[in-house]
């Protein structure tokens, strides 16, 4: 299998967008979001259906890539997060088939 | 006033809401899907569209309508500026909070114009259909002034990375509600009375229902919002929930007599004016400003604005302009 | 007899339920949204309790209605431990599994009371409005019996790690089904026949069709719960689900002529009897005995004795009601 | 022709098809969740097929029924053939694209057809009940033609890998519109007029109501899919989705004069015929022809021939019934 | 970038809440929970949209965090799964703002 | 603590079921599915509330267990890709209760 970065942002549903467009033009070539339901930060809580304003909703966006297109696309979020609430972590994983990536 | 304010009171869908928020209250875990809650509000604003569409497809444009219109948007443009003034004197709030809590307040809430119209509906006071593109015309302006409001002083920022030119636009623009309301309005308005038959039994007659429903909902987002937001804001925050609306509504109330408005649309226009927006403008806040604190601009508009409104703000506006016309 | 039976089997949403249960013994891949099909639950429950509070509020609280009261209470409280006692003595469930079932037979199904409801109108047989505030007395008691069951012989255990107190009071008292039926009976009974008059288009015409819809879901729950549970319980399990109805029923029987109800309360009350959770109780015992089996429990009360109370039970109270009464 | 194509136009349907359409094209963030959107597409099958259903209790089963039923597998079986052999002939879509896309135009759009459905009534032309259960028929057949053309050539080929014998037949027979819409039929065959009378306030009146959320909804798809769709396609591809409709609708109507169909059934099998499914088939695509490419099918189902026949096939196709019937 | 610990806790719907005051108490300064829709374990699978009852719900709660508060919350983690249906996994991770954990 | 291996599969809804069939056969004793929503691959987005076909919808499927196991299924898993869209990975975690993987 061949080595790859597994990056994890967590961030609100309204800059979902954002972070796209800065990990396709940084090379990225795919990403998958994901909702979440609920969630804890600064002593604060949030849960999907119990507040209609939807103002506090997250997303958890998963993209795998190769580390050169990876740290490319960090410094850019980085920016991003100035601004935005969210989370973001990076990690080692091992893919199939390399070419996708 | 007493009576009207015990008609409001007792009406079904002002005890659904009163029922939610209590449940929120006493921390129920009861709460109704984000989807179905969704699905609802559209409806809402296709019926609330339609309606007012048809309405307006029966009487002509006049220049008083267009004078109308004229206000409503001054007064979202111009709201905002006295908000943010108030916030900034009085509570501890940031810049940016205070602008983007202003936002909100120069906007509208459907919902609450809605009760309101079924208030005057049940009191036979009469009122226009074009009140609904009145609204809906109201929903934008705010958020422009907010910006300002936020960027004053500062350097010519950078926009924040991964945004495109445009998006904000988008959203302020086209967001689900502009887009529904309009839209509806203008299919009410080409279909008219006729085409409105086949639809009734879906828009017209359940309405009542649905909005009992959609108010449980708002009850359970109203009391979470307080329960936990109530914390982050201090006592001129809080007391700012209640004394702006009716420093709104009073300002809505001259502009209604220079237009020499009825009682019906006076009321309407207090309460446009009075409302404070709890979707719309909230998303848009966290494209424009996501520096600021939701917490703080919804337990305000939501926690606190939008029930005293409910409860009390509609009966009370009623009433001043039952009273400046004279009326009883 | 084989009328009522007939009748019941041809009505709309017994078709919907046979519908759904045929299709996920099929293994068809369909399937209603979760969120859409809460939303759905939530409607009837508000549209029940609205309906049993705008009855109530014509009549007025007697002496009688406070016995009904106290012996649905008293047999929430008791079926629980007849059903745990059967279990122990002829299957091999575990106490924990046993206790969580016997919950389950304790507390009620509201969509099984307004199947009988439904069966009774269309026999125009009379039944009395606060029968649903009979069914919401009847939910919690049951829990409360399964759990002293559950921790019998044992040493006083610890709180599950994280738990904190009062969360289990909250889920059993302030669940979705009692808020909201407890909540909508208020408001019925607030807003009388008048107010009921604005909201009937959305609670009371299109109820029956709802409930097409949302049993054609309850159907492809059961079937799909039977498939992939039934291996999991053994025939005396099985036996247990259609068994334990019939002896709740039985005794609701003796204790709706000790009360004197008449034909239309007395098969609802063993209907409630009879009937078993499978939203509110299910979710309690995920927070108050985690180590029981789920699918035990659902396949027993979904997927047996709820069919099997819609199909055979209701035709058959209302029948031995008839008789006990005299009539025919 | 031109007062039916303007009837056509400004229903309230349409007009809301439009306004999504619009909104996506204008990249309007606005969308209807999911969860709702299912929920009431389960709502509208229910209604038609019980409507359906209802119809055919009335009439009894003749030989010219059967006919009309044999002739519509026929084209379900045959059009996609033709359809497969359009775009490989002048596109430059692969194989596997062109038998998956294939197989959506062989089989139906039943929002297509109750839209046809809707115009004839409103032009009083009578229809028959059973004609929703030749679009039930029609559903699955295309599909076996797909994948026998794909499969052309080709050796023998391995099952993919983790499938299951018997997954694609359940998902082709046994997917959420089949189930509903026969199972709905059934029902409303065996409640006949009188149990239709308890349901029809929810599956009846709002109707048309529902139909306008739903077209939003579809409108917002279509939008999506086309803005984002098109570039995968050439023009030859393009064309294919305008006139493919055209071919298919032509030789429905050689077949309805065959069978001696009078304007109402002819219209309705030429508006099956031409329509192209967007939710069954792309599902059984998904399991069956994994390597071709959604974005292909769907931008010319739900893209580009839904909108025509919306918009211009179905007056179309009526006025051309009429003629051929010697009608006007 | 800093290393840190990720916690993924597939757990109950219904013990969210109780994982998420475990969390808390330990210090892990923020949690985001995202919804399963289905699952398979022990020979039975669960499918969200396909039991009323939801009482087969799981969730999966990411939590990033110090590893010595991760380590303190898996103590009192592994006392809740002796009770609760629940799977709990460590890995590795590497975050941009070592100060907001 | 004990090394297991994380696999995360991010795959169309239509295939969740035949992959599920491959990780069971493999041997891998449970694995929990998460819904996606939106994502970006190979130039083309995707919406789940924008697109009522739901013909590209993707589920994010999860399973921990032994490396051994997850070879197995590995192995299985890539001729599944062959005909399917999906992004595979496997990472390195920890796990409390070896004995239930
Ligand atoms: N350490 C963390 N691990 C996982 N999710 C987190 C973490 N911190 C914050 N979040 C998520 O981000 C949201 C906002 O966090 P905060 O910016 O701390 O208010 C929270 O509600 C969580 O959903
Ligand atoms: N090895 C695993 N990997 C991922 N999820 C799992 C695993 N084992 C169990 N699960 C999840 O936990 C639920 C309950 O599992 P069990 O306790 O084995 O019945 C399953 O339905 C899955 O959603
Ligand atoms: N590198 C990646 N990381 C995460 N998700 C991906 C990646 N590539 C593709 N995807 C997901 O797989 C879907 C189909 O991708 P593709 O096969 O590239 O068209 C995308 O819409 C994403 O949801
Ligand atoms: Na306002
Ligand atoms: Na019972
Ligand atoms: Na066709």
Redesign the interface.
Known sequence: MHAMKRLELIIERMAMKRAGRILESAGVKGYTVVPALAGFGQGTYWQRDRDMSASQDMVVMIAISREAVMQAALDELQKLLGAHIGVLSVSDVNVLRPDRF | MLDLALATL???VV??FV?GLI??L??????????????????LM?AIG?KGGIAMSESPVTLAMIGVFAIAIALSFSLPAIAYGALRVTSKLSRTDAAATAAHYGSISIVTFVAATQLLASANIESSGYMVAVAAVMEAPAIITALFLASRGKQKSEP?????SG?LF??VL???SV??LV??LI?GA??GTD?AA??????V??????L??FL???G??AG??LR?GWRQLDGAALGFGIYMPLISASLAAVASILLGLDTGDMTLLMVLSASAS??AV??A???AL??AK??VY?TLS?GITFPFNIAVGIPLYLTVAQWLQGGA
Chains 1, 5, 6 share one sequence.
């Open positions: 007792l009406s079904p005890l659904f029922l449940a929120a006493l921390r129920s875990s009861m709460s109704i899907p984000e989807a179905f809650a969704k699905g609802l509000a559209i409806y296709m339609l924040v990375a991964g945004s495109e998006e988008r959203e086209l967001n689900a887009v529904v839209g509806a299919i080409l279909i085409g086949q639809i009734s039994p879906f828009f007659d359940p309405f009542q229902g649905v009992c429903l449980l909902d708002m359970l987002s979470r919002g936990h709890y979707i909230p998303a806040m966290r494209l996501p520096e939701p917490s919804l939501l």
